[in-house]
């Protein structure tokens, strides 16, 4: 049916409120007249808005297309949207709104109240700040924690527009790599020649066919590809049952019993954490001793084994014994007998190994995911059909063939004249140690002086590892904190001034689906009024460059619509776009060839004609550019590596406590919708406790608990259970934060006790996985649980502010910078459409090699024609790290 804005939004939010219940409603629905269907998608899946009379009342999801609609997308997209933590207004925290250029007393942030400002205020407030900043300081003072792009699943995202408006000024500090696969994206592509953790799986179809064991190693796709980056379409679920059908075997390496594990009923081998690179490394030395690694491939598709052989062996000096099933049985909790027995199983079936990103999330994480590879290579798999290593299977719908189509891509976030930049996870540090050097990927870098962060559609406070040292070092070194977020997250509720930014619900923009097959693209149509006084994050921005003298350079004279539309235009879609728009989706066929497609399948066929972007082009079981870099805490063959923290060394009765995505969330996304209720306890976080750690401790299911350790304390809900093995307990990351009397998070959010070590100094990744607590019944919480209550907001007497006398475009033209327009083609292509994800990778990041590998999987989701991807090659080649240095 055809609907107008002007019907859409015609009805008022406090009408949309008052609606008594939104409803699911079902697939084949029939409704009347007065009741129109908008399309519109979102990371939990595609749907069809139902709003009658300009009223949202319900949802209604795509079955043809969705394989598997979540409660996230049927009650949780809803329940969020009017939620009571929703940012009506521009919002100042009193004490910055009562002297911005003095004392704002930062140690109120979180704890006092907020004062509604008008937009042109909150806007001048912010413009001022961002400038003031930079004269006194300069741009790199200005840092960005608008990270990832997870905020919703469309093209105008919101840190690619902050990228791009302060690009314009002169630019600004911003984080490096990430947290999901920090310290692999670093390692893998000098030893396998692609970051791996964001490339595209064999085919399913292949699999279903040639494997005949699947090796789950922390891996958990019927949890973890409930959402996707796009839009998640959940395709793969109905082929993973398939695949079992089939007869493959499958096998899981976890402290827990996942999803998965339940759904194709995987066989549970039990593991410490953080010591899966001992028990790769004793089936390894048990394959060598038994003539079962496969010489042949060792020398034809691999160097170094000769090194990483002495390490097995126990004759490569660093003092460690050789590397048995015995050795490893100590330090893994896996009986040596398995280790034996698992090691035949690999070696004399067709066995594929699918890694999470979690395994690397640890102190030494590098080790892991290249202890996975070096045993997979002598075992002589890796390229062959249905086995080999992927660290991607339980992303994106990983397994799904792909369609190489041309992908839309929205705006650019350009060139950032600013090259100082923080790894994502060492936000702290660089606060308080600033000009600090630190190395990574074997450069040096110093970490910028900061006095602003800006964060745009990412809750960092609720994502930074050791949240009592952020707020420490925010406190000692931040005179600004800017959140531009829809809702009172833990961004918002600890930031000085908060820009309420529009849900995904009320605006229009475009995505596509899944992630790696890219066979459908989505219209994100607006199905209801922005909410309060809240403005879209692209309206924000304009606003922002108008006020800096820089609009059209931000605009480029273009409106959201006009933006959408080029963007589809350069799909080459035939279907006009608005029958397009109208319907909501285009259906685009995958490629007979690419069902059949194998990771690293050429390399194998053709080594030589087909080399991997490594400096031998070869699988690099040692690695001498790594060993070039003389790293102290990461050697150049994957070695057990004892974590700080771990089972090995732990109290008696301390626990290692590790936090995989949510179930129900991305994140921290969707922490306060009502699907929370589904496995909250006690309107807290739940955590998984095995039978014999609750039984020991006096708890039962249903109980709080108290988790803490010399980084703080959190409260959370008990769930008793024998899907997770003694000694661990599972704690989801990414709740919302309310701190009590003691300090301690009385919503159960991880990163109150995670650590903010680095992985090593080759990554500087995280290590929340890495984390010893110690574990009580709580029988003192103070209150329920507030996290999802929104401030207090407080009226004051507000002076006028003069906008006109703060001559913020002249002072933004003294410090502004570098523009698209004096790029050269390549470089311009580059920023507008490979940099979309987090924040640009810097061309000087990778040797040019790499550059190719790379770029392998890079350009199909940028959507470059053969004789763009040229340009851009060009370009990075000689800006490579090898290219620049001397």
Same mark, same amino acid.
């Given at each position: 049916?055809?609907?107008?804005?002007?019907?859409?939004?015609?009805?008022?939010?406090?009408?949309?409120?008052?609606?008594?219940?939104?409803?699911?409603?079902? $697939?084949?629905?029939?409704?009347?007249?007065?009741?129109?269907?908008?399309?519109?998608?979102?990371?939990?899946?595609?749907?069809?808005?139902?709003?009658?009379?300009?009223?949202?009342?319900?949802?209604?999801?795509?079955?043809?297309?969705?394989?598997?609609?979540?409660?996230?997308?049927?009650?949780?997209?809803?329940?969020?949207?009017?939620?009571?933590?929703?940012?009506?207004?521009?919002?100042?925290?009193?004490?910055?709104?009562?002297?911005?250029?003095?004392?704002?007393?930062?140690?109120?942030?979180?704890?006092?109240?907020?004062?509604?400002?008008?937009?042109?205020?909150?806007?001048?407030?912010?413009?001022?700040?961002?400038?003031?900043?930079?004269?006194?300081?300069?741009?790199?003072?200005?840092?960005?924690?608008?990270?990832?792009?997870?905020?919703?699943?469309?093209?105008?995202?919101?840190?690619?527009?902050?990228?791009?408006?302060?690009?314009?000024?002169?630019?600004?500090?911003?984080?490096?790599?990430?947290?999901?696969?920090?310290?692999?994206?670093?390692?893998?592509?000098?030893?396998?020649?692609?970051?791996?953790?964001?490339?595209?799986?064999?085919?399913?179809?292949?699999?279903?066919?040639?494997?005949?064991?699947?090796?789950?190693?922390?891996?958990?796709?019927?949890?973890?590809?409930?959402?996707?980056?796009?839009?998640?379409?959940?395709?793969?679920?109905?082929?993973?049952?398939?695949?079992?059908?089939?007869?493959?075997?499958?096998?899981?390496?976890?402290?827990?019993?996942?999803?998965?594990?339940?759904?194709?009923?995987?066989?549970?081998?039990?593991?410490?954490?953080?010591?899966?690179?001992?028990?790769?490394?004793?089936?390894?030395?048990?394959?060598?001793?038994?003539?079962?690694?496969?010489?042949?491939?060792?020398?034809?598709?691999?160097?170094?084994?000769?090194?990483?052989?002495?390490?097995?062996?126990?004759?490569?000096?660093?003092?460690?014994?050789?590397?048995?099933?015995?050795?490893?049985?100590?330090?893994?909790?896996?009986?040596?007998?398995?280790?034996?027995?698992?090691?035949?199983?690999?070696?004399?079936?067709?066995?594929?190994?699918?890694?999470?990103?979690?395994?690397?999330?640890?102190?030494?994480?590098?080790?892991?995911?290249?202890?996975?590879?070096?045993?997979?290579?002598?075992?002589?798999?890796?390229?062959?059909?249905?086995?080999?290593?992927?660290?991607?299977?339980?992303?994106?719908?990983?397994?799904?063939?792909?369609?190489?189509?041309?992908?839309?891509?929205?705006?650019?976030?350009?060139?950032?004249?600013?090259?100082?930049?923080?790894?994502?996870?060492?936000?702290?540090?660089?606060?308080?140690?600033?000009?600090?050097?630190?190395?990574?990927?074997?450069?040096?870098?110093?970490?910028?002086?900061?006095?602003?962060?800006? #964060?745009?559609?990412?809750?960092?406070?609720?994502?930074?590892?050791?949240?009592?040292?952020?707020?420490?070092?925010?406190?000692?070194?931040?005179?600004?904190?800017?959140?531009?977020?829809?809702?009172?997250?833990?961004?918002?509720?600890?930031?000085?001034?908060?820009?309420?930014?529009?849900?995904?619900?009320?605006?229009?923009?475009?995505?596509?689906?899944?992630?790696?097959?890219?066979?459908?693209?989505?219209?994100?149509?607006?199905?209801?009024?922005?909410?309060?006084?809240?403005?879209?994050?692209?309206?924000?921005?304009?606003?922002?460059?108008?006020?800096?003298?820089?609009?059209?350079?931000?605009?480029?004279?273009?409106?959201?619509?006009?933006?959408?539309?080029?963007?589809?235009?350069?799909?080459?879609?035939?279907? $006009?776009?608005?029958?397009?728009?109208?319907?909501?989706?285009?259906?685009?066929?995958?490629?007979?060839?690419?069902?059949?497609?194998?990771?690293?399948?050429?390399?194998?066929?053709?080594?030589?004609? @087909?080399?991997? @972007?490594?400096?031998?082009?070869?699988?690099?079981?040692?690695?001498?550019?790594?060993?070039?870099?003389?790293?102290?805490?990461?050697?150049?063959?994957?070695?057990?590596?004892?974590?700080?923290?771990?089972?090995?060394?732990?109290?008696?009765?301390?626990?290692?406590?590790?936090?995989?995505?949510?179930?129900?969330?991305?994140?921290?996304?969707?922490?306060?919708?009502?699907?929370?209720?589904?496995?909250?306890?006690?309107?807290?976080?739940?955590?998984?406790?095995?039978?014999?750690?609750?039984?020991?401790?006096?708890?039962?299911?249903?109980?709080?608990?108290?988790?803490?350790?010399?980084?703080?304390?959190?409260?959370?809900?008990?769930?008793?259970?024998?899907?997770?093995?003694?000694?661990?307990?599972?704690?989801?990351?990414?709740?919302?934060?309310?701190?009590?009397?003691?300090?301690?998070?009385?919503?159960?959010?991880?990163?109150?006790?995670?650590?903010?070590?680095?992985?090593?100094?080759?990554?500087?990744?995280?290590?929340?996985?890495?984390?010893?607590?110690?574990?009580?019944?709580?029988?003192?919480?103070?209150?329920?649980?507030?996290?999802?209550?929104?401030?207090?907001?407080?009226?004051?007497?507000?002076?006028?502010?003069?906008?006109?006398?703060?001559?913020?475009?002249?002072?933004?033209?003294?410090?502004?910078?570098? #523009?698209?327009?004096?790029?050269?083609?390549?470089?311009?292509?580059?920023?507008?459409?490979?940099?979309?994800?987090?924040?640009?990778?810097?061309?000087?990041?990778?040797?040019?090699?790499?550059?190719?590998?790379?770029?392998?999987?890079?350009?199909?989701?940028?959507?470059?024609?053969?004789?763009?991807?040229?340009?851009?090659?060009?370009?990075?080649?000689?800006?490579?790290?090898?290219?620049?240095?001397?």
């Amino acid at each position: 049916m055809t609907m107008t804005r002007r019907g859409l939004l015609k009805a008022s939010v406090a009408s949309a409120v008052a609606t008594s219940g939104l409803t699911l409603f079902k $697939p084949g629905e029939v409704f009347a007249a007065d009741t129109q269907l908008i399309p519109s998608a979102s990371h939990w899946g595609p749907f069809k808005a139902v709003v009658k009379n300009g009223v949202l009342v319900g949802v209604q999801p795509l079955k043809d297309i969705d394989a598997m609609p979540t409660t996230m997308l049927t009650q949780g997209l809803l329940s969020r949207v009017y939620h009571k933590t929703r940012v009506k207004y521009p919002m100042v925290r009193k004490s910055y709104l009562t002297n911005p250029t003095g004392d704002t007393k930062p140690h109120l942030r979180g704890k006092e109240p907020f004062v509604r400002v008008s937009w042109e205020q909150a806007l001048a407030l912010t413009a001022d700040a961002i400038l003031r900043t930079a004269e006194k300081h300069g741009n790199e003072a200005l840092f960005s924690a608008s990270y990832g792009g997870w905020s919703h699943a469309g093209l105008l995202r919101p840190q690619v527009l902050q990228g791009r408006l302060f690009g314009l000024i002169g630019g600004h500090s911003v984080t490096t790599g990430d947290y999901s696969g920090g310290a692999s994206q670093v390692s893998l592509p000098h030893i396998i020649g692609d970051m791996e953790v964001y490339s595209p799986q064999t085919s399913w179809e292949v699999v279903a066919e040639h494997t005949e064991v699947m090796v789950w190693i922390g891996c958990d796709p019927f949890k973890n590809s409930r959402i996707e980056y796009t839009v998640a379409d959940h395709q793969m679920f109905p082929r993973w049952k398939q695949i079992k059908e089939r007869g493959v075997k499958f096998v899981s390496i976890n402290p827990q019993y996942t999803p998965t594990d339940e759904a194709l009923g995987s066989d549970w081998i039990k593991i410490v954490p953080n010591t899966d690179v001992a028990l790769f490394s004793a089936m390894a030395h048990h394959v060598y001793q038994t003539g079962k690694h496969d010489k042949a491939y060792l020398a034809k598709y691999t160097v170094g084994f000769d090194k990483y052989l002495s390490y097995l062996l126990g004759k490569d000096g660093d003092g460690t014994p050789p590397k048995t099933p015995e050795w490893a049985a100590k330090i893994t909790g896996i009986p040596a007998a398995k280790i034996v027995e698992l090691a035949e199983l690999f070696a004399s079936k067709r066995t594929q190994f699918a890694g999470s990103w979690s395994l690397q999330r640890a102190q030494h994480g590098e080790m892991t995911h290249w202890a996975i590879i070096n045993f997979a290579a002598m075992l002589g798999k890796i390229g062959k059909p249905g086995e080999g290593v992927g660290f991607s299977w339980h992303y994106g719908s990983g397994g799904m063939a792909q369609s190489n189509a041309v992908m839309p891509v929205g705006l650019a976030q350009g060139r950032n004249p600013v090259k100082a930049r923080c790894p994502a996870s060492r936000i702290s540090e660089m606060l308080m140690n600033p000009g600090k050097e630190y190395t990574r990927d074997g450069a040096t870098h110093k970490y910028p002086f900061v006095k602003l962060i800006y #964060t745009a559609g990412n809750n960092f406070m609720s994502h930074q590892q050791n949240t009592n040292e952020l707020l420490r070092a925010m406190n000692q070194q931040v005179d600004t904190v800017i959140c531009q977020d829809p809702w009172w997250c833990a961004s918002s509720r600890f930031a000085d001034i908060v820009l309420p930014a529009t849900s995904a619900l009320e605006r229009d923009d475009m995505s596509s689906g899944g992630t790696y097959s890219n066979d459908k693209i989505y219209a994100m149509r607006q199905v209801i009024k922005p909410y309060g006084e809240s403005l879209d994050d692209f309206e924000i921005f304009r606003r922002l460059a108008a006020l800096m003298g820089v609009e059209y350079g931000f605009t480029e004279g273009k409106t959201v619509m006009e933006v959408l539309k080029a963007s589809y235009a350069a799909t080459g879609q035939k279907v $006009p776009f608005e029958k397009f728009w109208e319907e909501g989706i285009v259906r685009i066929d995958v490629p007979e060839k690419m069902r059949q497609w194998v990771r690293h399948g050429d390399f194998y066929t053709d080594p030589v004609k @087909h080399p991997l @972007h490594t400096k031998s082009g070869k699988i690099e079981l040692f690695c001498s550019e790594i060993a070039r870099f003389n790293v102290p805490d990461c050697p150049p063959v994957p070695k057990y590596l004892e974590p700080s923290e771990f089972l090995g060394n732990a109290r008696p009765g301390q626990v290692h406590v590790v936090s995989p995505h949510p179930y129900n969330r991305v994140h921290s996304q969707m922490a306060q919708a009502d699907v929370r209720f589904e496995q909250n306890v006690k309107g807290r976080q739940h955590v998984f406790i095995s039978t014999e750690d609750a039984a020991a401790k006096g708890i039962k299911s249903g109980d709080l608990v108290e988790l803490y350790n010399e980084r703080g304390a959190l409260i959370a809900g008990a769930v008793v259970t024998d899907k997770i093995m003694k000694g661990v307990v599972s704690l989801e990351e990414g709740n919302w934060i309310q701190l009590d009397s003691k300090g301690r998070c009385n919503s159960g959010a991880i990163n109150i006790i995670t650590t903010s070590v680095a992985s090593s100094g080759l990554s500087q990744a995280t290590s929340a996985n890495t984390c010893i607590a110690n574990l009580k019944r709580c029988d003192d919480a103070e209150s329920e649980n507030r996290a999802y209550e929104p401030p207090s907001v407080v009226r004051v007497a507000q002076r006028k502010l003069d906008v006109d006398a703060l001559k913020l475009a002249e002072r933004a033209a003294v410090i502004k910078g570098a #523009t698209m327009g004096n790029m050269v083609p390549g470089e311009k292509l580059f920023y507008e459409r490979c940099t979309l994800c987090h924040v640009p990778r810097e061309p000087g990041d990778y040797t040019k090699s790499q550059w190719h590998g790379i770029t392998q999987s890079m350009f199909p989701r940028a959507g470059l024609d053969d004789s763009q991807r040229k340009l851009v090659l060009e370009f990075l080649e000689k800006n490579a790290k090898d290219a620049i240095l001397p």
